[in-house]
C-alpha cells in the first residue's frame, strides 16, 4: 500500500522557517517524481514544487522561487520541503504526492494527509 505521511508543519513568524518531511512507505521513492502542493483556506489546491527521480533537477512555482528548497534521501524514502523567508501567504495545508502531469498539475490522487504550516506575527 502507497502511504505518504507529511510533518514538520507549524506556526512561525514572517521570515522564520520550516522544514517539512515526507515520508513514503509502500513504494521506492527514489523511483518516482514527486510533488509537493499547498492548499490555502478557501483557495484551490497550488502546485508549488518539482524533483525529478533520476537527476537533480528540481521546479518551483514562482511564489515560492528562491525561498523553497525540494530535496529527497531516497536512503531513508523521504522527501522534504525546506521553507525560508515565509511570508503569511504561505499559510496553506503542505501535501506531498507522487507527480503526475506537467509542471503546475494539482489532481494527484496518491498524497498525503498533510501538515499545516501557519505564518503568523
Known amino acids: 500500500e502507497v502511504k505518504l505521511v507529511e510533518s514538520g508543519g507549524g506556526l512561525v513568524q514572517p521570515g522564520g522557517s520550516l522544514r517539512l518531511s515526507c515520508a513514503a512507505s509502500g513504494f521506492t521513492l527514489g523511483a518516482y517524481v514527486m510533488d509537493w502542493l499547498r492548499q490555502a483556506p478557501g483557495k484551490d489546491v497550488e502546485w508549488v514544487s518539482r524533483?525529478?527521480?533520476?537527476?537533480?533537477?528540481?521546479w518551483y512555482a514562482d511564489s515560492v522561487q528562491g525561498r523553497f528548497t525540494i530535496s529527497r534521501d531516497n536512503a531513508k524514502n523521504t522527501l522534504y520541503l525546506q521553507l525560508n523567508n515565509l511570508k503569511t501567504d504561505d499559510t496553506a495545508m503542505y501535501y506531498c504526492?507522487?507527480?503526475?502531469?506537467?509542471?503546475?498539475?494539482?489532481?494527484?490522487?496518491?498524497r498525503g494527509q498533510g501538515t499545516q504550516v501557519t505564518v503568523s506575527s
Open positions: 524533483i525529478d527521480s533520476e537527476s537533480p533537477n528540481t
Open positions: 504526492a507522487i507527480a503526475i502531469g506537467g509542471l503546475g498539475t494539482t489532481s494527484q490522487t496518491q
